[in-house]
């Protein structure tokens, strides 16, 4: 299965997007699915993680309450809406599979996945 995220684009401090994540190649029903993140000379940071049925989601405390993590199954893709914008959000932001957390309630992804794909930039100005 790959996944493509989308959406992303230039606001404005305090501002919203919407960020797609398209699956193709299979389906993305019966995993776990994340959203990634990774700002210039930052490591990767795991910002949302939803389960199979979309009962259970997580974030990270620098996106909670601010970000809302959603999966539509009938087309076969994510979502992350992103309110309340701050120039620190900006990074280009991937989905993923089989998202999971650590017994510290930190988001990490597979460690064997490996198509990250390109994913969407998102820049927030102040």
């Known amino acids: 299965v790959q996944l493509q995220a989308s959406g992303g684009g230039l606001v404005q401090a305090g501002g919203s997007l919407r960020l797609s994540c398209t699956a193709s190649?299979?389906?993305?029903?019966?995993?776990?699915l994340g959203w990634f993140r990774q700002a210039p000379g930052k490591e990767r940071e795991g910002i949302s993680c939803i389960s199979p049925a979309g009962r259970s989601t997580h974030y990270a405390d620098s996106v909670k309450g601010r970000f809302t993590v959603s999966r539509d199954v009938a087309k076969n893709s994510l979502y992350l809406q992103m309110n309340s914008l701050k120039p620190e959000d900006t990074a280009i932001y991937y989905c993923?599979?089989?998202?999971?957390?650590?017994?510290?309630?930190?988001?990490?992804?597979?460690?064997?996945?490996?198509?990250w794909g390109q994913g969407t930039q998102v820049t927030v100005s102040s």
């Open positions: 993923a599979l089989d998202c999971s957390l650590t017994h510290e309630s930190v988001i990490v992804p597979d460690s064997n996945y490996d198509s």
């Open positions: 190649g299979g389906t993305i029903d019966y995993h776990a």
